[in-house]
């Protein structure tokens, strides 16, 4: 059974910081793409960071140079490091893990962790 399991959301001050953390369980870890995505409330879910098996990094463009996504494949974990956080970055986070295998895309959700920047 896949699973992915969000921690780390919380209430913050805008300009403070917070690390989101993802645990994986029943995947092929280190061949997925992982991604985080975020839904503010009223809004569509919008895709924030990516990261291939490989390392290589997306950003979306207003979190760009704030927003950091890291993996660690020996810890079936993924991270985000958000720093000089904004209140529009109030959303609930989602772990998104994700490939292709013989043409089927394979995509897994995790249930999400709310993140509140406010003074």
């Known amino acids: 059974q896949v699973q992915l399991v969000e921690s780390g959301g919380d209430l913050v001050q805008p300009g403070g910081s917070l690390r989101l953390s993802c645990a994986a369980s029943?995947?092929?870890?280190?061949?997925?793409?992982m991604a985080w995505y975020r839904q503010a409330p009223g809004k569509q879910r919008e895709l924030v960071a990516v990261?291939?098996?490989?390392?290589?990094?997306m950003y979306a463009d207003s979190v760009k140079g704030r927003f950091t996504i890291s993996r660690e494949n020996s810890k079936n974990m993924v991270y985000l490091q958000m720093t000089s956080l904004k209140p529009e970055d109030t959303a609930v986070y989602y772990c998104?893990?994700?490939?292709?295998?013989?043409?089927?895309?394979?995509?897994?959700w995790g249930r999400g962790t709310q993140v509140t920047v406010s003074s």
């Open positions: 029943g995947i092929f870890f280190s061949i997925y793409t």
């Open positions: 998104n893990g994700q490939r292709v295998e013989f043409g089927t895309r394979l995509e897994y």
């Open positions: 990261i291939t098996g490989g390392g290589s990094t």
